[in-house]
């Protein structure tokens, strides 16, 4: 992986619409120490755009070290177990949490 960066701008490209259905959500990914960065995730009308800034508001906000988020990923670190074990936080909705992995392809 290049960047998490370059990870977080590509996200459009790996957008399930047809799990978004008509859901409207904005998340906020706060990655913190070296290599991190704010990136808003916004999904509605079935397309997904992502910006490097913090949000008015965000539905969600997801708060980890990049190293934890690179190893997310890059599929070497679940982020339930990220969660359970204090590694990722969250503040907001919860079941945005959840629909994450249904909203974005694998790669």
């Not at 808003?40 to 190293?67: E, W």
Request: proline share 4%; net charge negative; with cysteine.
């Amino acid at each position: 992986m290049a960047s998490l960066d370059s990870w977080f701008m590509a996200l459009p490209e790996h957008f399930n619409a047809d799990s978004a259905g008509s859901l409207k959500a904005v998340y906020f990914f706060d990655v913190t120490g070296e290599g991190g960065g704010q990136y808003t995730v916004t999904v509605a009308d079935r397309a997904c755009t992502v910006d490097k800034a913090k949000p008015q508001r965000a539905d969600l906000t997801v708060t980890l070290a990049a190293p934890d988020m690179t190893a997310i990923a890059a599929g070497e670190l679940d982020p339930t177990t990220a969660f359970m074990t204090g590694r990722l936080r969250v503040d907001g909705d919860i079941a945005l949490a959840m629909q994450l992995s249904d909203l974005f392809l694998r790669r």
